[in-house]
Every structure is written in C-alpha cells, then in structure tokens.
C-alpha cells in the first residue's frame, strides 16, 4: 500500500512537470511599421510570464510564451499593441502592425475675412493707438526700479497647525539618499576605459545582427566608436554594465548609423 501510494505522488509530480515544460515554448514572429527606415528594435514583454527580448533590426522576435499569455509590444512613437495568445499563433510565426503615433496640428481658425481694400484690413489688423500707448506704459512699469519692498509671503506660526513631522525621520527622503549615493557616479571616460568598455562589449554583447549587414570586424571596431561617440556608451555604462541596456543603446545608434552609411546586408 505504500509503495502504491508513493508512485501515485510521484506520478503526479512528474505530470506537473511535464505540463509545466509541454506548456511553454517559444514563440516567433515579426513587427511591421511600414517605415523601411525606422531600425530601431521593438520592444516585445511577456506580461504573464515578466519576460522580455528586443527584436531583431528588420522586426523579427522570439519569446517564450503559452497559450492566453498576454504580449504586448512597444516602440517610440508608435501605439502599442497588446495581444492575447491563441493556439494558432503558439505554433505558427504570426505578423504584428504598429501604427505610427499622429502631430496633432492645432487648428487655425480666421475670424476676419480680408475685403481687399488696404486701408480697411489694415485698421482690423493693427493695434489701435490707446491700446499700443497702454502696452508702452506698461512695459515702461515693468522696466523700472521698485519702489517699496516686497512682502514676505509667508504665514505666520500663529495661524499654522501644529506640524506632525517635526522631529521625524523622512524615510522617503533617506531611501533616495542611499539609492543615490548605491549607484555609480557618471563621468567621462579616459582612452583606457574606452577601450576597455569597447573590448567589454565586443567579447560580451551579441554582435550578430551588425554581422547580416555585410559588415567585418575592422568595420564593426569603426561602428562600435560610432556608437561609443553619439550614445556615450563608456561614459554612462562602463561603471554600470548591462548587457541588455548596451544591447539596445546599439540597435538605436545603428538605425542612425544605416543611414549615413551605405550596407550591403544579407538579412535571413
């Protein structure tokens, strides 16, 4: 009786694990903008799951997913798209459309419709005589020196409630305090912390995506003080690492970059 109850718990703890690992795969697919010049990564989060990657320049993406996750993808000046997962698109790559975000232009409305006599639209349009003498007298007020002090806007004791927080600590203020004084000071890199930061990145970071342009090594060294020079990387970054926040400076200083510079990409 024992022993068949243990190969029940077992059983049981096997087919969670099992369900647990059938249940989650990876899923793929692509980003659509309509803007063949716009590189720059999306940014693609599993929220049920808090998971997150970057696509690929040209809007290809792989994350792990289930069926009802909820994905949602982001991009600066786009509206962001939230989707619901179904069977079909677990086992299938699947298209995904941002809509590029709209200037609003405030409207102009006119009031007065010019007639086409000179001496008629000119008196709707200037400023009448009493109304330019007052705007002279007032910017000649303005200009000149005060002649009484101004009050003290403040007020009194007498007529303030008694204040709960004197003589207490502002645990807000002291956790800001500390959460300052944990992170590194952001200062200008030498030539040997450049250089230390670029070989950091090249033995580190994922360079493949600069790879499927066309581009060699002596061209990647030359892209990669591109990026250094307009992003800062080594300034803001060699004393605070992260690969994924590099990872992305990157992308976006390559959608730059793509654009002054002719490539000759092999994109899968």
Known sequence: MEIRC???VLFLVLFCIASEF?????ISGNVITGDDLD???VLVVNISENRSVLSDMSGKFEIEAKENDEIRFVKEGYYRVDK??????INAPFNIMLKKMEIQIPEVTIKYRPTGDLAKDNQHYNESRKLQALKSDMEDYMRSPLNQPLPDNTVSKTFTGHDF???????????NAVKKLAQPKVTKANYNETQDFLK???????????????MDEEQIDAFLLYADKTRSLAKRYRKDFSITVVEYELKVAFGE???????EGTQE
């Open 6 to 8: 243990i190969k029940r």
């Open 22 to 26: 059938w249940g989650q795969q990876k």
């Open 39 to 41: 590189l720059a990564p």
């Open 84 to 89: 619901k997962l179904t069977r079909e698109e």
């Open 165 to 175: 927080n004197a003589g207490q600590v502002n645990l807000f203020g002291v956790f």
């Open 200 to 214: 950091r990145v090249r033995n580190e970071v994922n360079l493949n995506f600069l790879k499927k342009y066309g």
């Open 257 to 263: 970059y793509s654009k002054t510079h002719k490539l």
